[in-house]
């Protein structure tokens, strides 16, 4: 007891001893739970980075890596005592995200919201945040034209800022979107100084989060948000050069060698690119490991290029969403059932012939397992090829998210109203949550135990759902 009470005093002692700054950013805490990784949040770096250049002074507040409650991070903002508060958040931390909005207007801040959350929900974070404004999409443009002016007193900027929704007597204001940033080299590497590397992440491993490439070159699968995000659909990779060059700097600074992409489309569409990248990887950087997330027929597609770079990847994630050929059509995923199993066992022959010891398990799949449309014949379908190939042991069971970014009591409406029996049904029991995670399994030595559990479940389900098959 006495040893927490001195470490939250050694806290209050290093907030107390801050230094007052223009502004300050928040990356969000999630409310009721927490997700098994917890990664840099890159996007606010960059932003510190924009205004650093410009000689505008700030800090981030990373309350969810640190599981801030609200008192803490108004606390240490009143004791910063910027000028300007920008809060990020998700679906899941724009509960706190609003709760800490309002705090900080009563106390006379200035406060923005921006990031997934709130561009979908703009009406929401201006309505019970109070917050002056939010910045829809990619906020770099808009922050380093806006900020600098709010900074100097012209709040009349934010009714002229692109990329900004506020809200007046006659209702809430939507301006046009901010043009995105095409050419991303001409964005600086996120500043590192308050989400330096060691404090995310897994203990003892020298990693470190990049992003590659922003949109997506597909940006037609009917489960995605990326369509309703401003530019989502406009796929931009950085060069080569200019990744290894954050790696480098990853690697003398802060000691990484082990780089993971947070972007969807890592591949790309071009060999030569991703070529250039893990030859540039091999001859600067010494003994590295990068890993990814792709697509089953990008995989596929450059599978020849993985093959000959495994000693350099050390995992790689694919978004297979379902082995149902009518799943995967009336969802426009662009891709067939026999493409996923292929992709599945190219993922597995790869892991046969790492020689060195991997970190994590070699390759983890997601799927959306039933939206409201699913029938018995197609999770079965689905549900039996996961077991004929032997992947349950990384199988996150999932379902479809019609509203993205939005609350659960909205998502639990919409499959009320829309699902069929045997789908809601289905929606429930893995909304039930009883599923430890593979990750959490793995680094337990657990995932045999994960198997049984997660079969047994599933196949006593399929049997009671048979027997009443003529509700369904």
Known sequence: MYYIIGLECIRLWVIIMAESVDVVFINSNYEGFKLGEVWEPLGLGILQAVLESKGISTYLIDAYRDDLPIDSIVAEIDTRNPQIVGISAVDHTLTQALSVSRELK???????????????????????????FVIKGEGEITTSQIIPELLKGNIGIIKKSRGVC??????????????????????????RRDIPPKKYGEEGLHAATIVSSRGC?????????????????????????????????????????????????????????????????????????????????????????????????????????????????????GLTAEDNIKAIKTLQEFEKSKKENILWPFF?????????????????????T??????ADRWSPAYMQYMPWTSKEKEDAIWEEKANPFALTLKYMIDS???????????????????????????SFLSGIRKTEDVF
């Not at 082990?258 to 091999?282: Q, R, W, Y």
């Open 106 to 132: 009563d106390r006379g801040y200035i406060v923005n919201l921006g990031g997934y959350g709130p561009t979908s929900q703009y009406e929401r974070c201006l309505e019970d945040g109070k917050c002056d």
């Open 166 to 191: 506020y809200e007046e007597k006659e209702g809430i204001i939507v301006n046009p979107d901010q043009k995105p940033v095409i050419n991303l080299d001409d964005l600086p590497f996120p500043l």
């Open 433 to 459: 949550g009883i599923f430890e995670t593979p990750g959490d399994a793995f680094n337990n030595g657990r995932l045999g135990e994960r198997v049984s559990k997660i079969t047994d479940v599933f196949d």
């Open 364 to 384: 983890k799949y997601f799927t959306i397992d039933c939206d409201t449309e699913t029938t018995i014949h197609e999770f079965e379908e689905h549900y039996g």
């Open 386 to 391: 996961i077991k004929k190939l032997e992947i």
């Open 217 to 333: 070159y597909y940006g037609q699968c009917g489960f995605c948000g990326i369509q309703k995000y401003p530019y989502g659909r406009i796929h931009r990779r950085r060069s080569p050069e200019n990744i290894i060059e954050e790696m480098r700097t990853l690697n003398e600074e802060y000691g990484v060698s082990v780089f993971g992409d947070m972007s969807p489309c890592f591949l790309g569409t071009e060999k030569d690119e991703i070529k250039k990248l893990f030859n540039g990887m091999k001859k600067t950087l010494d003994e590295p490991l990068v890993k990814f997330e792709t697509r089953a027929d990008t995989l596929l597609r450059f599978g020849d290029l993985i093959e000959e770079n495994l000693d350099i990847i050390c995992g790689i994630d694919i978004g297979t969403e379902n082995f149902s050929d009518l799943w995967l059509k009336r969802n426009v995923k």
